[in-house]
């Protein structure tokens, strides 16, 4: 019985932090589209998060989607050959490179090397005291140190994950040309890939790059803002972060492609 209770404490705990991510997600949308809710703060922090995640990054990024387009898209290329399966080789490469590669190995990038530091920055700054100054001066908050955030990471997530797909694709590609294992008619290569893009792997794509994106931002800002008034007390909120953010990711990715699939 002791085991039981300790497993329903854990279960009503992660659902207390899921409807807490999902309110933060759903008030940040929410005010998002308001433009009275844009003072310029708000819109150079904006701004500032998406050079910070979205851009400066992007090198590794592309070097990672290079990497997969040389191990991945050479090897499909050549093997649907062999096989004399070359019509296969759009549907193979959307659904492996493009729905489940691409969105998932760029949420990961995001989460290891931006999402620490944001909860980090945030505990900081909520045990600098910052936050309540932003409150005694008559700012929210919320519309200064978590809106920003969570839509920064989201927006830098789609493009960072859009820029992986076609540098993997393209990378791919190109080597498999050098190579002689893969066709070297650029036409026939880029026809066959977009003939098998359909709408639902363009919303699947769009559902697996933003969806972790925002559960990531709203878990960091949580656990940043939600850490004590120790310093030590914010690597344990990190890392809480973290690990939410991680499961949200394989969760998030693999309901998606269930309903893809079906």
Not at 9 to 23: I, K, M
Not at 35 to 58: H, S
Not at 113 to 141: F, H, W, Y
């Amino acid at each position: 019985m002791h085991a039981i209770g300790k497993l329903g404490q854990v279960v009503w705990r992660q659902w207390d932090e899921l409807r807490h991510a999902a309110a933060v997600i759903g008030t940040v949308l929410g005010l998002s589209v308001q433009p009275r809710y844009w003072a310029r703060t708000a819109r150079n922090l904006f701004a500032r998060q998406v050079l910070a995640v979205g851009v400066e990054p992007l090198v590794f990024v592309c070097a990672v989607a290079a990497f997969v387009g040389i191990s991945v898209v050479v090897q499909l290329a050549f093997w649907t050959g062999k096989a004399g399966q070359s019509q296969m080789l759009g549907p193979l490469l959307v659904a492996v490179v493009a729905r489940e590669l691409g969105p998932l190995l760029t949420n990961v990038i995001v989460i290891v090397r931006s999402s620490s530091a944001m909860a980090t920055e945030l505990g900081v700054l909520k045990i600098k005291g910052d936050v309540r100054v932003l409150e005694a001066q008559g700012n929210d908050p919320f519309l200064y140190l978590v809106m920003p955030r969570v839509l920064g990471v989201a927006v830098s997530t789609f493009c960072l994950t859009i820029v992986f797909i076609l540098v993997a694709l393209a990378s791919g590609y190109l080597f498999g040309a050098w190579l002689g294992t893969g066709s070297r008619d650029l036409w026939f290569f880029t026809n066959t890939v977009l003939n098998a893009l359909h709408p639902q792997d363009v919303v699947s794509i769009l559902a697996k790059s933003i969806l972790p994106a925002l559960v990531t931002s709203a878990s960091c800002c949580i656990g940043g803002l939600g850490a004590g008034d120790s310093v030590t007390d914010i690597p344990r909120a990190t890392q809480r972060a973290l690990t939410r953010s991680i499961a949200g990711l394989f969760v998030i990715s693999a309901v998606v492609s269930l309903m893809t699939y079906l």
